[in-house]
Every structure is written in structure tokens, then in C-alpha cells.
């Protein structure tokens, strides 16, 4: 007869990321239950991808097990009114993943089914953050037109929430993590390492184009030190998805009820996920663009055995999932949907350029926004937090791409559809904090 | 009372696209009726976009009317097992427009509400097609690795059509127009083509960038002949949509019901309307690639007046638009997405490519459907028909955007599900037809 | 290679109900075509249930054909603003339904599956109608408080409908069949009239509680005169659905797309259908009380061997079905439900009667939409036309049993949240017609 | 700036509900926060509906709060594999709710809007459980068919659960509490005692048709003696739902997100809630039918001033609600209707009786999962516990009331498709505890 649940990791809101290392619980220590480990105890993080990471804890091939999570920035940003800690973030420091974990029976060419049965905040902590990175510090997808940082505290209440700093919305969250994913083989790591090494030396851009490994604040779980050495040299960083093995996906349809299925590289699959979302917009757009929160993951694992070859990955790529059941159900005549091209904000022609055609649509919706009062910074966060759906809707047509955004109407408490004359909702004094 | 609506415009499936204009009823001709033109005698079009282009009829603001429009090749594609005629298509010689229509009242400056109430096949013509051009006649999305001509012929029975080219599936189509805008100002025509004449200019790829304007096949309506010869040097390629007035946008979601919001930039907005769907997925991805056909539009139209202000439609751009409530409705747990990221087929890392990303997408889906027994150049026109969803899902992980694509389960006869052991369900003998 | 879908039955608009028969081609007639009649001249109606009514024509196991159905009270109803018609209606002259059809191969025992391709409004009458009838010819569900006969007449474009009698609404059409069934064996129909028969005999009511057979305008298509005198003595009435066969279910879901699993009950099966609607709210509550319609309705026939017993259709009852996937879709929150009990207007306790629950569910919404300065008879109407959803919500709780009505509020031109302040939207000249 | 959300009421596992009064904290108790009790030591219940029960809180007009709830039966039913305990449930002891709780403001007159921010399962108690009551003892709906005990206990794992005695099945919860309402005044109360004692005076049949008031264990929370005597005395008991406050409405889709809006009649409101749902299907059918559990309920409330004339509550009559966005959905073609008409199993036909439709459409459920091999006891309880949709289909077509019954097929871990040859998939040692 199943009793309560297990707690496979658990998170201290009161210690910096970095030193959560401290709690881990070897596997010989005598407190441990006889379920693997003691709850409450066992704490556990990564920040880089690394075959060599030691696992923290068994997860048995068809266990439900909960699993706590840090925010993706590890605590820096507080609930207050300033952005300043936004634009100071150090990014060096980020996504204290919550793993790995050894499945029990994972071999690579398997495939690792991981149902997340439910995502909730931490009771301790009903809030959650979305911030705009500073150009100089992060930068998000317009940073071109909106340097400054900027930030906004959304509160939880059940299943919605709403904002101080972006005043007349409030929605149902599509809660979901931004990234999970097995481990890499060193054959993978290295194929990253090449490619994304590749892509750093032909790089003309005045911004960066990838970040490759860093020994600053690599943080390795309970590996000993030589190979803690290794991972800081080699270890990915997490902040891209990539196709081997999904990651920092940021999908968020991923939320609860999801079925994902992720390739497994190494013996045990070694499984981390972390960047809990109370809410998220397709792309993701201000980069620190979901409403970040620390949080509880409820996760069944299933080893589906030669997965792989079964479902077409080939070479070991890509992971598919399945939605779960509960998302928040607009009606589809409640969107107003903006259409963008591949001509940019300078009048300039791009050939089947799908970025530059989403960063126009993100721009329609912002000039159809402001007529209600809000800053843009204020609508650029709700892009990035609000559960728009952004389409490619055709790809083809040389040498325009065509996108949409889908803005759901019934997340404002005020009437926003196009034949209704604007009127200002949001007072100046209601901006949202931005720091220069 | 109302009675029956007219219908504004009719083809005749017997005549090539380029004599339609012969059925043209002059405005002063003795049999038209007090309504402005003789039901079942008007026939006009156009291809190209053009602000000279002679309006074909009048329909009052706050009308609906029915529109009868050509295929998108004007009927060069035939109802047979070869994709022979796909192959060859004559590619100046497409996009008959049915327009344009002057709005009563509509002025620069104005929006153009204009409503979808209905799109139906001709009754006569109960059929459509799927193509993949060949990589050196127009080409596709995966022209790269699939450079044939392939072809699919679907029937439609009511709501839902199928393939004797594609077996085990059927769907409802989402039954939607691909082309629909006003006619641009004298201005925004000569922006078109110094941008795009600038991205010919600068082109450094190995394929065609844009199409500029040609003579050839020109057709302007009704112009007089000095007009015409204007039309035909100047007039804009219907091919891409463009910001400042939506037109070949291929949205797959502006079906029954849809209202969407065109900037007006003519006097009497000239609106032309034409290549209609009976389906299509996110992407078009085959370029010839949603489900082709003649029908019937029905529309109703409404002038906002100083709508482009109201709704903070900046420099005139670009079209919103609200969906309508009768799509066809997969549950969310009955769709497969499959994650492509901007790393491409031969392992290159690109920066935040969302087109690359997208291309991954499909290729993941062509690996996985593969295993029923499909061939690929069925699951490309599979793809481009059916409606799949694709979305941006992260745009800001740096080096790497994410894309989904979302299958439905449910267009299929036999089970889909990454679970189930998959076996061949389609013979070698029922591939779809392939022109090398 | 299909062709065009053959018609399997035409009505005639111009010639009463009753005359429709004179149009019937025996299938020896020289003009036949080859797929066994000939197009837009075989008419065949019926008005009883019997299985000796003969076959109008065969349609094959697996075939799509379109069949042509009249209004369910044969045309006796005018496109005007009275509603004396309404109240004058002859309710012995009703329910001419197309068929029966002779399915090939279908036998007792098996289950008919068939699949509603579409269902469309004739071309020539773009018009449909929703009546409230006279408490002493006909009554309704709420007859007791609204005794008068009222009328609304309903307006198509496209998928959606207005009515000039009830202002301010708008809404797609849920369209759909009231009536489909295969005949019943001489068995069945004996048990029909024993059981009906003794309901009338114990009826203490001072109302009508069941019809019997009646010769008075008793139709039995093409059947000879012996036969036919026999159907007009023994026939089923039509009104009632009935759970051996289903009939006259009026369920507003069986839509486009929609497969019901009709048991089989006499050789070739003897499919009728009729009774088009382009919408109806859950109950149909004032009887004639869906927008009533002639149309054409296009039907796949698929014959399932020993189905029933297959399905558990235990005494060869009752039929399922499987709704289509593209009936309107309002999100769940823009929906307001009212709760009924079993408790009626004059403060009576019943006990678990939810028939009396749900008409307080109705009376609750009548005095909900009031606000807005609707008579009682408009929203009588409406809410017997439009997509309302009926719920039977808690049926144990002793004594009551509580129903919902779902009330879409995307159907109104205002808002109509309860946090709404009420305004008058409708005036006092804009009431429907009534006739006492 | 909000921090966590206050707990307005805690249960405490380990007591009996009757003793859960002997943890309240009087307001003058000196450990009381200055919000106004104590957190995690307020305990506080009734079983009765009568305005003299006192308050155990206050709550402010616009308040988020957290509220727990003991399952409905007190704790009498364990995680075992007998249905002893359902069999013998003790039926005086139920209902044990949480509250009342005074609303800051709320006056007779008023609408009390309270939003369903989230419903959750105790932690330490993640499962629930359903029950069908004995004919001797509480019965059901189908209690003359099945009229013995059986019992299933659902394990929940984050927003699923699954049953170790229904195998096969597995769904999302729709989670709601059964019961919420405002106190009755006195003159309703004295309506309420009016029109059910003349029910039970009027009674012939040999079942039990109401429960009038009841001594024997009345629980009156914190009243003094004289009040508490006067509560067991006169109070209403909390079976039934009612049109004047809703009260036991077990409606399904008051899930979270829902906004209920309740009718006030006695100063401060005097809001209770409990008998939490992990799930239910329409009907609630086997009484004890919904996946029953202890839990938490976030609320927000807010007075809507003189909302009962506002929103048209004539006589201060019935609760309306919006359901929440967030419900599972299955797509409607994913769903099996079964269709029930007036006609019971005895082969008798009855007058529009709409309780005896939907008792054949769950008897035509039964019928059709019996194939795979579960118990009728089984399908009993799935039926009341799973998420099936009921619908008053036709009720005016005389003598037939139609409802149907929608049963999703994704909950099966089977294909239950009606035309896929059904295989037993259940075996006979799979069945669930009957107790005769």
C-alpha cells in the first residue's frame, strides 16, 4: 500500500546555492531511512552538465518521488522594488540544478519517461520574480531597444497570481520546469564543447554568442576534488537547451500532467532538473522572462528499455513530450493574435529570418499595449510571464517567415479587444521598478 | 430583412486563371443588378499587389458577402498519381486574386474589420492537393535533403478529408484563406521593393532570396493597358506576406469565425482575397503545402475608422487577429511535440536560429513517423497539411532557440503513442507519388 | 477516385410536406444513373416509425452520401414577425423524415455506425426559426408560467446566426440533426405502443403525456396502400426518443464530425433522419425549440457486424456516440452557471426530481438576464436556441437533485459578468413576437 | 506586500471530529496573533446549518484564506481493503464542516463571491476514497440494483490518482469542495423545515426521503449550551444542497480558479465549507461517490453590496458560479456518450422523468465496461468518482426525458474505442471489496 510520498531533495531557503553542497548525506550515513536516504536532509546541486557529477540519490524504475528546487538565480533577487539586484545578478552563479539521480536500470539507448504529477511553490515562499537583464549583464531578446534592467514581484494565491508591479492582470499559472534532462556521455560533452567552441571563434557579433565552460563557481554536487577539477574545466554550461538531451528547454507546456521522453547517455541516466516557472510565455523573451520561483517538483520515472531506437531518436536526439491535462483553457476567440516578418525595426529585409519575425510580433504587442498606460518595460515582462503562445505560422513564404503571439484577453481585468476605444488603466506611478 | 447574400465574385473551373478577366462585367454593362454587378457573372483577378489595380466591385461597410477564389496555381495541378504537374508548375503564373473590393468609406488611416464567417470548397470540386516542389522549381523547407516533386491528392467528405496518398490518417480541416490584405500606397509599394530589392542585391546564397518584380504573366484585372503595363513593372509579388498589410501570411488559425484587423492604405482599402486551404500545418513547411483548393469565401466587413491609431498600429503595420470558435479541438494530452533546437543536420551551432531550430523540429517528426512505414516524402507532406502546432518555445537560451512541433495523435487509424511498439501500418506500394 | 458525393435525397421547398412524395423514381425508372437514382429527383419522406415503410433507396456499407432534409414542420412556419404561425401550427403535419435508407448488409444484431460528415443550411433558405409553443397547442417546458406562442427568427452567415427578435446575441452554430434512428422490428414498435399506451391509460395530469399512433396525416413514403394504412394504424409517433433506437434524442453535441452507434433492428436497417438545427441549448425547452432548419446533411454508413452485442447493447439498446472535434469553444471561465433543486415556483419540495430542478435552473437564468431589459419570452427562446450547457450536477443528495445551466457569455455583444453593473442594452420595441 | 497566507482553521488528524471543538482558541485567548487567531491551532466545526452557530473567525471583504477540512464522514473510512467501514458508517456523524466564518461587511441582501484559489490534499494523507453505501444504510442512486457496500481508495500522486481496486485507470483530479455556502436566516431556516416535513408527511414510498432535524449528535461548534440545544433542535442537516444558499451542491466543476457568487442572508455571512472532492463525476451517483478526502481550501472572498438584486437572485435565490480555467480537458472527441431515456428498467414508461433518464444512462455505461472485465460494483464507483459528464439532453419530448452520459476514454490505460474488440483486461482477483 503506497504511503506518503518520499522527498528525494530538499532545498534550504536559508543558505547561499553554493553552500547547500554542506547538507548532503553520504550513502553510508546511519540516519538514512531504508528508503535510499533521510528526508529532510539529503541536498543536492549541480551547475554544469558533466557525465562525472555523482549521483545524490537512487530513484527505483517506476517511483514517484518529490523533489525540491532552488529559483534559477539561487536566491539573489528579493522581494522588494528595486531592480537593482536584477542588474547586478551574477550569472556566474545560476542554476543550482537539483540532481543528478541515478534510475535505477537507465543504460544509454534507453529512453527515461518522466512524468511531472505536479509542480508547486514552496509554502515558506509564495512569490516568484520576472525580471529584464540588464544589456550589459545578461541582455534578453530586445535588448537592443530596452537596455535597462527591470523587475516584477508576482505574488501566488492558489493557482494565480498577480503582480504589484504590473497592476490590472492576473492569471492561472502554467507551472512547469524549465529545465530537466539526463546527463551527457563525454562523447556528447565533447561534440558541445566543439560545436559551441566553433560558433564562439567565427563569431563577428559585438554580444556573446555562448558561454563555454568556466571554472568560476562551477559547482560539481559531492564530486572529490580532482574530478570537481574536470567538471569546472569541461562541464557544459546549463543555460542553452540542446538537442542531445533537452535542458534548459523552457518549454512551458511542460507542466503538470506532462510526459517527457529523454534519451539516456549514461549508465543510470543521471537526472537533474532545477529553474522551477510559476508561469511562462512562449520564448521566454526578457531571458530572466518566466516567473522564477523556488519550489517542489513531483516526478514518476520510467525507464522504457532500447527507447531510443523505438521512437526514432536517432544519434541520440531529440527528447519528445506529451502536455499534461490541466493547462489553462482559453477559448481560442478570447486571443488576439499579432503577426510579425522578417523585417526588422530598422525597415530592413532579412531572408527567412524566424527570429527577427518573433521580435516583431513581441513588438506589435507591446505599441497595441501601451494604449492602456503601461511602460513598455512593463509589458515586456508580461511577455516573457504571461501564457502567450507564440506561432510560427509560416516559413516558407521567401523571404518573409510569418509569426503570431497570442495575447490571452482574459488575464486583464479591463477590456482589451480591438474595437473597444483604450482608455488608461495603469497609472504612471504604477511603472514597474527599472534601473539603468 | 436579409435575404440570400450575393456572392461578389465567381470563377469558372473551366477557363485558365488568366482568362478569368474575360468574364469581366464592366460597371456600366445593362445587366447588373442595382447591387453593383450580376450574381454568378463577375469574375476578376489579380496578381499582384498594386495601388492602380481598378477595384472589381463595391461592398458596403458592414456587408457580408461570398467570394468565390481559384486555387493558389489556378487549377494547373490535377487530380491524378503523378506529381509530374508539381514538378512543373509554371510558378509565374500563380495567385489569382479575387479583388480587389472597395470598401464603402474606408480611408487611410482606417482598419478594416474584416470577418470570416465561412470557407467551403466548391461543391464541384470536392478535392485539394499537397505538393513538394522541386528543389530547382520553387523548392521547400527541406529542399536540402528532399529536392523531388511529391505529391498528395485529398478528398474531402464534409468537415474531413483523406489521402489515397497518405493512408491512416484523416482529420477535420481548419479551413482557412492564405492570402488576404488591402492594396498598399503608392509609398509602401516603393518600400517593398527597395527592401527587398536590397536583400536580391546583397544575396550571397546559392538560391533564390525574394522575387522581384516581372512583367511576365503579369495580370492587373481590369486595368487599362498603360495601367496594367505599370502594374506589371512595379506591382509587388504575391508570394511573401508583409507587415504593412498581412496579404500570403499562411495562418492557419484564421478559419471560421476569425476577425482580423487590416491597416487600410488606399482610399476604398482594395481588398483582394484568394488561395484558399482546406488545411495546413504551422510552417507551410512544402511551400505548395497546405491542402490546395477553389472555394468559397464568405465575409463580412467593417470600417474602424482611425483604427490604426486606436489600436497602436505604428507606420501602418501590422494586421491582428482574433480566431474564431470552431477549430478542431485535440485535447492537450493528445498531441506529441518533438524539440528542435539551432543546431543543424550536419552539426553546426548556429545563434538563436529559430528557422534552423523549426527545420529540426520536422526532421525529429519525419524520424519518428518513419517507423509505421511512411515514407519521408509522405510525413513532408503530411506536415505541411495537417494541423500541427508549431511554437517558439525559448528564443533566448543562448546559442540555442528552441521550436515544437505538436502532432496529434488522433488523425491517425492506428496508435501513435511513444509507448507503443511500433509496427509497419503502411505498405511500400501506397507511397505518394515522387518526380525526381 | 471518389468523385463528388451523390445526393441521395432532395426536398422541394416549393411543394407542402405531404406532395413530397409524389417526386419518388422507383429504382426501375429509365433516368436512374448508374449509382442507382438519379440526382435531385428522388424525394421520399416519412412521418412514423414502422418497420414496413419500404426503403427509398440503398446506400452501401462504407459510402458517403448527402441527404436533403425539410424543416421538422414541413415549411408551415414563415420568415416574418409574427408569431400566429407558431401558435396555429398543425402539429399532426410534422417530422417528414428523409429515408428510410436500405443499408447494405446491415442485419439485426448489428450496430450502424454512422459518421456526420456535415450538416449545412440550404443555400436558397440561409433562414432558421425558434418557436415558443401555445400552452394549448403544443406547450413547452416552462409552460406553466409562459402559456403564449412566441417566435424568433434566425439569420445565417456563415457558421454564426443573429436573430432580430432577440438583439445582442450572437453565436456559431452547434449545427446538428434532432432526429436519426433505423426503424424498429415489429417487436420493438409493439412494445412501444404497450408501454406508451398504459402510461396514457394511468395519466392523471390534465396534460397530454404521450401520443399514439394517429391516422390523421399519417406519410409512409412510397409504401402501398394496404401497407400504408396499417404504418398509419400502428406507426410510432415521432415525437419521443425512444432508447431502443434513439429517434428524436435532440442532443445538441451530434455534430460535424460526430459517430453515433445506431442498433440494427430489421434487414437493411431502415435509416431516417430529419429534424435539422443549426443550434440548440441542452433540453430543446421550448420545444420547438432549436433554430429549425431545412438543410442538407452528409452521412458516412458503416456497418458493425454483431456490434451489439460487441458493445453491450443489452435488449438491443441504447445508441452511443462520439462527438466531432470542432463544435464552438468557449473557454470554462466564460461560462456562468445557475443552480437548480428540486424545489418548484410555488415552494414544494419534490423529492430527487431533476426534471424539476432543471426548469428552476431555467427560471434562474430568466431572471438573471432580465437585467439587460430582455422579455421573459426572449430568453425563453434563447435559451432554448443557443449552445447552453445542461449538467446534472448532484442527483443523491435527498431530497433535491441540482442541475446547472451553463450560460456562454461570449454569445453577447456586452458584458454580462456578474460584477457587471446592469444596464439596459434592449428596448422595450426591440421584444420578439408573442401571440396569446 | 502580502506574505504567506494566513490558515484560517486546522483539523487535526489524530481526533475525532467530534472533539475537534476542544481545540478552539476563544478570541480573547491571549496567544491569538493580531490577525486574529492563532495559526495551526484554531480547530472549529459544525454539522448543522443554522444562523445562531457562532463564528469561529473572521475573514476580511477581499481576504485570501487557507482553510482544512476533514474528509465528509469524519474519518470513518480507512485505507484498507473491506468495505466493513462503508457498510457501517455511523451516517449522524458527517458533515463535520469548516466554519462559519464571519465576512468583514457582509449583510443580508449581498453577494458573497468566494474564489476557489486552490484545493489540495492533506500531505501527510494523499489518498481519498469512494464509496457505495448499503441499501440499509444511506444507499444510492442505484441502490435497488446494487444494494450492497463497496469501497475503493485512490492513491493520489500530485494532481493523478489511481485505485488499486479499479485497475486501468488513471485521471487528473478535478478538485472541488462538494459543499460551500452562507448561513440561512431564520425565516429560511423555518421555509427549509416547512417544505421537507411535508415532503416526509406526504411520503409513500419505503425509502426515506429527507432527513429532518436530528438531535443525536449535532455538533454546533462553539455555541454556548441553550444554543447549541436549539441548534440540534431546529438545525437543517447538511445532505441536501439547497436553492437559498447552495450548501451539499457537489458540483464537480467548482474547481480551483472557480468564483462561486452566494446569496447572504444573516449578518457577517457565516460562511462553512468541507466534504472535499479529489474528483467526482455528475450525479456524484453512489452518494458516497466522489474520491472523498481531507484537505485544504484556499478562499478569497469579497462582498458584492446589494449583489442579490443586482444579479437578479429573486427571493434570494440560487448561487450562480464561473468555473475555473484550469480543468482537465479531454477533447470532445475523446469522449463515449451513452444516451438514457424515461423508460426504467422494468420496461415502464414514465412521464419526463429526467432522474430516470440518467439512471439508464449509467446503467448503459455499466453495460458496455462490463466487456473488459470489471465488476458492475466496480463501474459503480468509477462512474461516481471519475470526471463522467452528465447532460440533460431533450426534456420536452414527450414522454421521453434524454440525458446522456460522457465517458472519457483517456482515463483508460486500455483502448475502450466502441469499435475495437473488447479484451478482458481486468481480472476477477482485481475486484474491489463488495460487502453484502
Not at 546555492?17 to 547538507?23: D, F, G, N, P
Not at 512524468?115 to 530586445?142: A, M, R, S
Not at 520546469?177 to 556528447?188: F, T
Request: hydrophobic share 35%; proline share 7%.
Amino acid at each position: 500500500m503506497p504511503g506518503k510520498l518520499r522527498t528525494a531533495l530538499q532545498v534550504d531557503l536559508d543558505k547561499p546555492a553554493s553552500e547547500q553542497r554542506s547538507l548532503h548525506v553520504s550513502r553510508n550515513t546511519p540516519d538514512r531511512t531504508e528508503r535510499g536516504f533521510k528526508s529532510r536532509e539529503l541536498i543536492f546541486e549541480q551547475n554544469r552538465w558533466h557525465p562525472d557529477i555523482p549521483s545524490c540519490a537512487t530513484v527505483g524504475d517506476g517511483e514517484t518521488v518529490k523533489i525540491e528546487c532552488l529559483d534559477w538565480t539561487g536566491g539573489q533577487i528579493g522581494n522588494n522594488d528595486s531592480a537593482d539586484d536584477v542588474k547586478n545578478v551574477d550569472l556566474s552563479r545560476i542554476h543550482y540544478l537539483s540532481g543528478p539521480f541515478e534510475i535505477t536500470g537507465a543504460e544509454p539507448g534507453d529512453v527515461l519517461r518522466v512524468e511531472i504529477e505536479d509542480v508547486q511553490p514552496l509554502e515558506e515562499q509564495p512569490w516568484g520574480f520576472t525580471g529584464v537583464f540588464h544589456k550589459d549583464n545578461g541582455g534578453g531578446f530586445l535588448d537592443e531597444l530596452y537596455p535597462h534592467a527591470a523587475k516584477a514581484i508576482w505574488d501566488f494565491e492558489g493557482i494565480s497570481c498577480t503582480s504589484r508591479h504590473i497592476p490590472g492582470v492576473k492569471f492561472a499559472g502554467l507551472i512547469h520546469p524549465g529545465i530537466l534532462g539526463c546527463a551527457p556521455s563525454h562523447e556528447i560533452l565533447a561534440e558541445w564543447n566543439r560545436r559551441e567552441g566553433e560558433l564562439v571563434q567565427a563569431n563577428t557579433l559585438s554580444r556573446t554568442v555562448a558561454n563555454l565552460p568556466l571554472e568560476l563557481n562551477a559547482h560539481a554536487g559531492s564530486a572529490e576534488e580532482d574530478i570537481a577539477r574536470r567538471v569546472a574545466k569541461e562541464g557544459a554550461r546549463t543555460i542553452p537547451g540542446r538537442p542531445e538531451h533537452g535542458g534548459n528547454c523552457d518549454i512551458k507546456n511542460l507542466s503538470r500532467g506532462s510526459k517527457v521522453y529523454l534519451p539516456v547517455h549514461v549508465p543510470g541516466a543521471k537526472f537533474s532538473v532545477g529553474d522551477l516557472h510559476f508561469s511562462q510565455g512562449d520564448g521566454e523573451i526578457s531571458f530572466c522572462g518566466a516567473i522564477e520561483m523556488a519550489g517542489t517538483i513531483t516526478l514518476n520515472f520510467k525507464v522504457i528499455k532500447q527507447g531510443q531506437a523505438q521512437m526514432g531518436m536517432v544519434n541520440g536526439r531529440s527528447p519528445i513530450y506529451i502536455p499534461g491535462p490541466v493547462q489553462p483553457q482559453f477559448g481560442p476567440s478570447r486571443m488576439i493574435f499579432f503577426e510579425g516578418f522578417s523585417v526588422d525595426e530598422h525597415g530592413k529585409q532579412h531572408y527567412l529570418d524566424t527570429t527577427i519575425a518573433y521580435r516583431q510580433s513581441c513588438l506589435r504587442v507591446i505599441e497595441y499595449l501601451r494604449r492602456y498606460g503601461y511602460t513598455d518595460y512593463q509589458i515586456y515582462l508580461l511577455l516573457s510571464a504571461a501564457p502567450i503562445e507564440g506561432h510560427v505560422a509560416g516559413i516558407v513564404d521567401i523571404p518573409n517567415s510569418c509569426t503570431t503571439i497570442g495575447l490571452p484577453m482574459d488575464i486583464f481585468s479591463f477590456d482589451i479587444r480591438p474595437e473597444t476605444v483604450p482608455q488608461r488603466h495603469i497609472a504612471e506611478s504604477d511603472a514597474c521598478p527599472v534601473s539603468p
